[in-house]
Nanobody
């Protein structure tokens, strides 16, 4: 059984930083993409950042470009999201997910095509 376990969320002041981790546990699995998604109360889930696994090509939502950075540790099968210059608008539950199927183009960044999800971690940015 494969699981994605997120950690690193918390409460931070505006302008602060957090680093989210997503560790895959259980059997190894192949994937075409992994990413971070978030959902704020009353809002739809949105893609924050995602990466095509083989090429390493990354996508960032416009709202986080220049502030958030994806990285990965293949030896530990862990995906990271470094979040700097956090703003109250970044407050949400952040989910890590993987697309274990095939994807191409921007489909690789669309959460509706992801089939393995973590439990989520809360990020709260105070003013």
């Amino acid at each position: 059984q494969v699981q994605l376990v997120e950690s690193g969320g918390g409460l931070v002041q505006t302008g602060g930083s957090l680093r989210l981790s997503c560790a895959a546990s259980g059997r190894t699995f192949s994937r075409s993409a992994m990413g971070w998604f978030r959902q704020a109360p009353g809002k739809e889930r949105e893609t924050v950042a995602a990466i095509k696994w083989d090429s390493g090509t990354a996508y960032y939502a416009h709202s986080v470009q220049g502030r958030f950075t994806l990285s990965r540790d293949d030896a530990k099968d862990t995906l990271f999201l470094q979040m700097n210059s956090l703003e109250p608008e970044d407050t949400a539950v952040y989910y890590c997910a993987a697309n274990r199927g095939y994807c191409t183009g921007y489909i690789c960044y669309d959460g509706s095509h992801y089939d393995l999800w973590g439990q989520g971690t809360q990020v709260t940015v105070s003013t």
